[in-house]
């Protein structure tokens, strides 16, 4: 009896033991799965496309000029034209940033994590710190625009611009990745357990001193991947400096003029000299100087994230 | 009998107490930095748009707020233009991301082992790192002639379309790392107890961990919704219509937003300030930016807290 089976017992028996191999044929599960793995895949097409597009654009550029198109000032003549004054003008940036940004930012995370009493006063400066984290990067170049180009020119900085210079922009580029600052380096502060903090009160030391001798070097690595992450992002900004009266035609500083007026003079920036050589009417600007000026601008950005990934995986604690 | 021994004074070294007490101070100074900006950014922008405001009424010119179309060096400040242009751009940019965003989310933290994920997390980190002014630009020299102009004929080199598409890409890496942390963050034995049902891994991330982390998901929506809103660059270089911009809905034409006009205004600063209220008209338009993203951002605060707290 148990020889003998029929069409439809055999057609379960199969289905059974297909089941129990994991061999079940489910259209659904595998469409979802490779509609899941072409998402993915059309986004790298993108990020291939985009950089291979830029890089054969480039291509010229770099073969005829070589490194003198990065150590080459503005020009109106393609020729000649490169983006050292936008390196400069970003690089001085930055600092403001470093100077700026970096100091009151890790303070005020401190303040947040370690002093902070659950009050009114604390609630709202974090969700002031939350909410100018998302504040468009435009609104920080009319803030810049009102108050900072203003003081600037008030405290006697202004110079041939009347404010309108590379310390008004760093000031604002300070404000900007303030947040940033805040936020990163109170998650790094938050992460170190509370056992450790202990152990600096257990022998006797003050607030200050557990901070200084204990929670900052334990958080040390995060707070610095941060802030390197958020040079990163001072460098790409573009929109607020345009409002605050970035040069974003062609201008040339005296070679003999000092450090001073070098400073309170017209400026431009990496990104802005992207921007600015996509709108010039000579197509030269925008077929291959304006892909060479990105390629040089990717690789100070892809650097500044390698040393940020650097410092995470070197110093990385687990606790 | 010894003697009763002298009271020990147990109040520490002074200076080190009145150190303790400055450096309090030095860092409650740095918090307060951040109260200081906020304050500055809405008292700057709300004073210039009531003059600007205020000088429409003396005017009686209160209708340029609704005319043809956002030509501000010639009075006419049409918001319907740049607030349409701005919708238009950042739902075109959201219908590009949330497919490629959920997609790659999903397939990261559902399906891809620690070893692939390792692999393929860094394509949305490196997109992530591209700043917008690159993606402006090869909206501009790719996306546009070689996409946008491709597939409709009457598309110009400017298109509200190709500014759309590029925004899209741009926030596709916040829809992704937020929607990815969202679904990773439910725990595993919600999926067990499905998988413990005979469900498969479709069933299973459908049914059960998207419902989980819905709220994250959404507020990863939101917030790139608002990112897209507050994008300059890329519309600034794409879209085109510098100077102004006619009303228009058609997303093939070139558009203005609230953002690119900011910046096309501004570039040229110094001969705009002579001109009746086109100067001021920047701070009313930054406002109402200002107050936009503003509220979504707090509406994706509120969401993510409530997926953290279920959790």
Do not use: C
Not at chain 1, 187 to 203: C, D, F, Q
Request: glycine share 10%; aromatic share 8%.
């Amino acid at each position: 009896m148990a020889a003998r089976t029929n069409a439809s017992q055999r057609a379960t028996r199969d289905a059974v033991r297909s089941a129990l191999q994991g061999k079940r044929a489910e259209p659904g599960a595998v469409i979802f799965r490779l509609l899941l793995i072409t998402m993915l895949l059309s986004l790298l097409l993108i990020l291939i496309v985009l950089l291979g597009d830029i890089l054969i654009g480039a291509w010229p550029t770099f073969r005829d000029r070589g490194f003198d198109f990065v150590f080459s000032g503005l020009s109106l003549n393609p020729e000649t034209a490169g983006v050292w004054t936008g390196i400069v003008g970003s690089l001085a940036i930055a600092l403001f940033v470093v100077i700026f940004a970096i100091p009151i930012g890790i303070g005020a995370a401190i303040y947040l994590e370690e002093y902070a009493p659950d009050n009114t006063l604390t609630r709202f400066t974090d969700t002031a710190v939350r909410n100018l984290a998302g504040v468009p990067s435009i609104v920080f170049g009319l803030l810049g625009l009102t108050i900072f180009v203003v003081i600037v020119n008030a405290i006697g900085l202004g110079g041939s611009t009347a404010g309108k210079n590379v310390i008004a922009a760093g000031i604002t580029m300070a404000a900007l990745v303030l947040p940033i600052v805040i936020i990163t380096s109170a998650e790094a502060i938050r992460a170190v357990p509370y056992t450790i903090r202990e152990a600096g009160y257990g022998v006797g030391a003050t607030k200050w001193e557990v901070i200084r001798s204990h929670v900052l070097p334990s958080a040390f690595p995060g707070i610095l991947t941060g802030t390197v992450l958020t040079l990163a992002r001072a460098f790409g900004e573009t929109a607020p400096l345009l409002v605050i009266g970035v040069a974003t035609g062609f201008f040339s500083a005296s070679a003999d003029a000092t450090v001073l007026e070098k400073l309170t003079g017209p400026y431009t920036a990496l990104p802005v000299i992207v921007f600015s050589w996509s709108r010039q009417t000579d197509p030269a600007f925008l077929n291959t100087l304006a892909p060479a000026a990105i390629v040089v601008l990717l690789t100070v950005l892809f650097s500044i994230n390698a040393v940020a990934i650097y410092f995470r995986n070197r110093f990385e604690k687990k606790w | 009998m010894t003697a009763p021994h002298p009271p020990i004074d147990l109040s520490g070294n002074p200076r080190r107490r009145s150190k303790e007490r400055l450096v309090g101070a030095v860092f409650f100074a740095a918090g307060l930095v951040s109260i200081l900006i906020s304050l500055a950014i809405v008292l700057s922008l709300v004073g210039e748009a009531w003059t600007f405001i205020s000088g429409l009424i003396e005017e009686g010119e209160l209708g340029s707020l609704w005319s043809i179309g956002w030509f501000p060096r010639r009075g006419l400040y049409d918001l319907r233009t740049i607030i349409v242009g701005t919708f238009i751009i950042a739902a075109i940019a959201i219908v590009v991301a949330t497919p490629l965003g959920l997609g790659a989310a999903i397939y990261l933290a559902e399906y891809a082992n620690p070893k692939t994920r390792r692999r393929l997390k860094p394509i949305i980190e490196i997109i992530a790192g591209i700043p917008s002014v690159v993606l402006g630009f090869w909206a501009l020299a790719f996306i546009g002639p070689e996409v946008v102009q491709r597939l409709f004929a009457s598309a110009g080199v400017f298109s509200m379309l190709s500014a759309g598409l590029a925004v899209g890409i741009l926030i596709t890496p916040l829809v992704a790392t937020v929607s990815e942390d969202a679904m990773r963050a439910v725990p595993s034995s919600l999926r067990e107890a499905s998988y413990g049902l005979g469900a498969n891994r479709l069933t299973t991330t459908i049914r059960v961990v998207l419902p989980a982390a819905i709220s994250g998901v959404a507020a990863s929506l939101i917030l790139a919704f608002s990112r897209a809103i507050g994008e300059t660059m890329i519309v600034f270089m794409a879209a085109g219509a510098v100077g102004g911009a006619l009303f228009t809905v058609n997303p093939l034409d070139p558009g203005q937003t609230m953002t690119a006009s900011i910046a096309s205004l501004a570039i040229g600063t110094d001969q705009v300030a002579g001109e009746g209220l086109a100067f001021q008209s920047l701070f009313f338009v930054g406002l109402l930016l200002f107050l936009m993203t503003l509220a979504l951002n707090a509406a994706s605060n509120r969401l993510v807290r409530k997926f953290r707290e279920v959790y």
